[in-house]
């Protein structure tokens, strides 16, 4: 059973950069496009960005100036870092497993973890 | 404002059959694009409900069913039960710029 558990500060600095990383455990990081999305309190779902376990990636558009997501199949993570963070920014952010198999869903997801955006 | 379009709420007595809709355009939603459907109690991560327009994961019950037309989708759920009280998600793919996933705004289901 694969499993993904978020990790990194809950607090964050306007400003600052926001990184988080997601631990892949039960299976290989290998194959699979690996993805942040984030929740704004009592807001829908926002797709961040995904990394493929070669090391490609592609983040969305309104967010692409500010997001590198990287992998480390070594250790089975993947990361986040969003930089020049704002109150905005505040949200629980999600790592999941997009699955060919599951043709594009989202099957996989970390339990999430807030992070705040306050100086 | 999220790209696809889901009412606010909606609700059903227990037994009745509801609906969710899910709007797109055709820079997402559409004969190219498939539409997944999840769901989400407080405070837990979405689950996956269906995949590939009407699809259901292994353990998802049968009562679930989806379908899609041109640019819009919707969720059935028949024989609502309390503990389908959540809120819905549906997310597809979106063209614009270099392309992205996108979700709709979500839709809370309440049993009444």
């Known amino acids: 059973q694969v499993l993904l558990q978020e990790s990194g500060p809950g607090l964050v600095k306007p400003s600052e950069t926001l990184s988080l990383t997601c631990t892949v455990s039960?299976?290989?990081?290998?194959?699979?496009?690996w993805n942040w999305i984030r929740q704004s309190p009592g807001m829908g779902l926002e797709w961040i960005g995904y990394?493929?376990?070669?090391?490609?990636?592609n983040s969305n558009p309104s967010l692409k100036s500010r997001v590198t997501i990287s992998v480390d199949t070594s250790r089975n993570q993947f990361s986040l870092k969003l930089n020049s963070v704002t109150a905005a920014d505040t949200a629980v952010y999600y790592c999941?497993?997009?699955?060919?198999?599951?043709?594009?869903?989202?099957?996989?997801w970390g339990q999430g973890t807030m992070v705040t955006v306050s100086s | 404002q999220s790209v696809l379009t889901q009412p606010p709420s909606v609700s059903g007595a227990p037994g009745q059959r509801v609906t969710i809709s899910c709007t797109g355009d055709?820079?997402?939603?559409?004969?190219?694009?498939?539409v997944h459907w999840y769901q989400q109690f407080p405070g837990n991560a979405p689950k996956l409900l269906i995949y590939?327009?009407?699809n259901r994961p292994s353990g998802v019950p049968d009562r679930f069913s989806a379908s899609k037309s041109g640019t819009s989708a919707s969720l059935a759920i028949s024989g609502l039960q309390p503990e389908d009280e959540a809120h819905y998600f549906c997310?597809?793919?979106?063209?614009?710029?270099?392309?992205?996933?996108?979700f709709g705004g979500g839709t809370k289901l309440t049993v009444l």
């Open positions: 999941a497993r997009l699955n060919s198999a599951t043709l594009g869903g989202f099957d996989i």
């Open positions: 039960g299976g290989s990081i290998s194959s699979y496009y």
């Open positions: 990394v493929y376990y070669t090391g490609s990636s």
């Open positions: 055709n820079s997402n939603i559409g004969p190219r694009y498939y």
């Open positions: 590939g327009d009407n």
């Open positions: 997310q597809s793919y979106d063209t614009t710029l270099s392309g992205f996933w996108v």
